[in-house]
């Protein structure tokens, strides 16, 4: 479906019974992690409806950028979309990580993910990507995706599970229509209402910092290298994007934040110049600036009959390190994954047996990065002394360690759990 005919599609049909479903699955949220799972199912022989509020020149206008580590990459090239993506995001060859200004720095390069000097590795460590860079080369995917409908703008108003598949009511150009599925998966975001509605809950905490976002155009080159440094406020990232321009994400106590935000440009520059340094010359604003909250967030259960959350909706993390968008699209593939072997042996796609394989697979893992973005942003967020010195060791066994260090960058990089199976097949 040509993304000009979005806001003209047909209303779904209306179903009387659960002996005829109009999809195998519907996916409700029509974001990046969403289009993934979408995109991935492309061959599966499935029935697909892929349901998304927001018209899409509203989604297409959000402001984001996102690391996209190397797992993500592998994945997207395995559904047949990285081609289209590469020309538009940029490639860091290195990592500089270090606790603010204190000496010890740790240097990641690609050669510290290889076991031994034999392995074939890569140049790269990850890539920085606009929201936009990665939303429309999988949209324009999906138009080659002839089992997938997207339906757009349609708001989901109510679901109604039964014992062989679920109702949905939709909210079409104003007219209520109904369609049903074997299984609904919610990518709807951290604020999910299918995950409400379904009665699942959650478990976490709001950090005691609030994240502020800003592009910005430094007078010398950012040279493809991304810097993270941990400052006693909060973590401080600078990611290259192209054009010679970066992205920050800087995390602050909400009060600082909030006086960080309320700046001026000149005044923003002056104190962002403090804190990024003179190493890449005089910075440029581009663009406003936004600031969020910052919290951590795991579900109790990623599925229910009927029903699996992905992506923010089943989770979310403290952003130090950009793992948040890489756990969503190991989510969809992974399901992905699940879904295409449970129909090849004949399995009800939306019952509980079939989902906890989805489950076990992605809660275990999640909740591993959920525990290591917690801890690096725990402890070097303060200035208490043996937890300085602790840390500063912690840096020197990093850099100095090959094994814990390529285990570190494995793990920062998604390509320390079980990857998917149409992963393994692209390398």
């Known amino acids: ?45 499935l029935k697909v409806a892929l349901i998304e509020a927001k018209p899409y020149s509203v989604a297409a206008m959000k402001g984001q950028a996102y690391a996209v580590h190397m797992s993500s990459r592998l994945i997207l090239s395995a559904i047949g979309v990285w081609e289209r993506i590469l020309p538009g995001i940029e490639a860091f060859h290195q990592v500089k990580l270090s606790d603010a200004d204190r000496p010890g720095v740790v240097e990641f390069y690609p050669k510290d993910l290889l076991r031994t000097p034999k392995d074939s590795g890569t140049e790269v460590i990850g890539y920085v990507a606009e929201h936009q860079a990665l939303l429309a080369p999988l949209q324009e995917f999906l138009q080659e995706c002839s089992n997938v409908e997207y339906l757009c703008p349609v708001e989901v108003v109510g679901t109604q599970v039964q014992a062989h598949g679920v109702d949905i009511t939709l909210n079409v150009a104003g007219e209520s229509r109904q369609i049903c599925t074997k299984l609904l998966v919610a990518a709807d975001g951290a604020r999910s209402r299918i995950r409400q509605s379904a009665g699942i809950k959650t478990w976490g905490w709001q950090y005691w910092q609030s994240c502020i976002v800003a592009f910005v155009k430094p007078e010398k080159s950012h040279n493809n290298t991304a810097y993270e440094k941990f400052w006693s406020s909060g973590p401080f990232a600078i990611l290259p994007l192209p054009g010679n321009r970066c992205r920050i994400v800087w995390t602050a106590p909400h009060a600082e934040a909030k006086a960080l935000l309320a700046l001026d440009d000149a005044q923003f520059l002056a104190e962002l110049t403090r804190r990024y340094g003179t190493q890449m010359g005089k910075l440029q604003l581009e663009g406003d600036r936004f600031m969020f909250p910052v919290q951590l967030m ?13 992506g923010d909706a089943a989770h979310c993390c403290h952003p130090v390190g950009g793992q948040g968008l890489n756990l969503g699209i190991r989510d969809a593939a992974a399901l992905a994954e699940v879904l295409q072997t449970a129909r090849r042996q004949g399995e009800d796609l939306g019952s509980l047996q079939v989902l906890k394989r989805y489950e076990r697979w992605r809660k275990r893992e999640n909740s591993v990065v959920l525990g290591f973005t917690d801890l690096l942003d725990r402890s070097f967020s303060n200035n208490y002394l043996p937890v ?3 840390r500063q060791f912690a840096l020197w066994i990093l850099q100095h360690v090959p094994p814990i260090k390529r285990y570190a960058l494995q793990l920062m990089t998604g390509l320390g759990g079980r990857l998917p199976r149409l992963t393994v097949t692209s390398e």
């Open 1 to 45: 479906m040509a993304l000009e005919q979005l806001s003209q599609i047909s209303p779904p049909q209306v179903t009387t019974s659960h002996n005829s479903f109009d999809y195998d699955l519907a996916i409700v949220g029509g974001g990046i992690v969403g289009l993934t799972l979408a995109c991935a199912l492309k061959n599966s022989g």
């Open 388 to 390: 300085a010195i602790a």
């Open 298 to 310: 795991q579900s109790d259960r990623y599925v229910v009959p009927r029903l699996a959350l992905v």
